[in-house]
């Protein structure tokens, strides 16, 4: 199993740009999530999904869009790209919601200009 | 989900067991402790979490006291590649969305 997997693994942006973050798993898990690190921070949630066609917001998600049409794949959509954005976004999935552990992808380095 | 204090930093040295603290006082019955960490860099690594009773894995073990206000990761041999922020997590699953609440967590560099 490849486990979960992001890419692009480091994106430039211009301010007012939009683009979309890619995440994958292959373990057939239900619940997928998308966090944001700033620098010497903790994770912040940005939204999670608990099954295909299923979304919600989480702690941070003003800028941001999702979808979840597939079980395995959950895109982060950056609609218009400003400074504030600039971070490591980071992609995690669990088998399910309860008491699960999460696993984490690489994550993307973006930053915006 | 109750909050965590942790320790900024912690050292130790290599081979000596590592001792991570976390209080949780205002966690509720039902709220489990988790502990996870993250290497420079890297995407946070899953190492153990428990309820009330104490745990162990091929990772660590996991101290939790009585009245489960507070809790120790322990690391038995520090190696080198434990250098890592470590977050002490509690948490309850819900059908309507597991989070995890990452706290700043305690640096741990581990000493040749």
């Known amino acids: 199993n490849a486990g979960v997997t992001q890419t692009p693994k480091f994106q430039v942006l211009k301010t007012g740009q939009s683009m979309t973050l890619q995440c994958a798993q292959d373990m057939n898990h239900e619940y997928m999530s998308w966090y944001r690190q700033d620098p010497g921070m903790g994770l912040r949630l940005i939204h999670y999904?608990?099954?295909?066609?299923?979304?919600d917001q989480g702690e941070v998600p003003n800028g941001y869009n999702v979808s979840r049409s597939t079980t395995e794949d959950f895109p982060l959509r950056l609609l218009s790209a400003a400074p504030s954005q600039t971070s490591v976004y980071f992609c995690?999935?669990?088998?399910?919601?309860?008491?699960?552990?999460?696993?984490f992808g690489p994550g993307t380095r973006l930053l915006v200009l | 989900d109750a909050k965590t204090t942790q320790p900024t930093s912690m050292d130790c040295a290599e081979g000596r067991a590592a001792n991570l603290p976390c209080n949780h006082s205002t966690i509720s019955g039902n709220e489990y402790v988790y502990w996870y960490r993250q290497i420079h860099s890297q995407g946070p690594q899953y190492i153990i979490h428990?309820?009330?009773n104490n745990e162990t894995n091929e990772m660590a073990s996991l101290i939790i006291t009585e009245d489960r206000k507070s809790s120790t990761l322990i690391l038995p041999h520090a190696t080198l590649r434990d250098t890592a922020v470590y977050y002490c997590?509690?948490?309850?699953?819900?059908?309507?969305?597991?989070?995890?609440?990452f706290g700043e967590g305690t640096q741990l560099t581990v000493n040749p």
């Open positions: 999904s608990v099954g295909a066609g299923i979304t």
């Open positions: 997590i509690v948490r309850v699953g819900s059908t309507s969305g597991s989070r995890l609440t």
């Open positions: 428990g309820l009330k």
């Open positions: 995690a999935s669990s088998r399910t919601s309860l008491q699960e552990t999460q696993y």
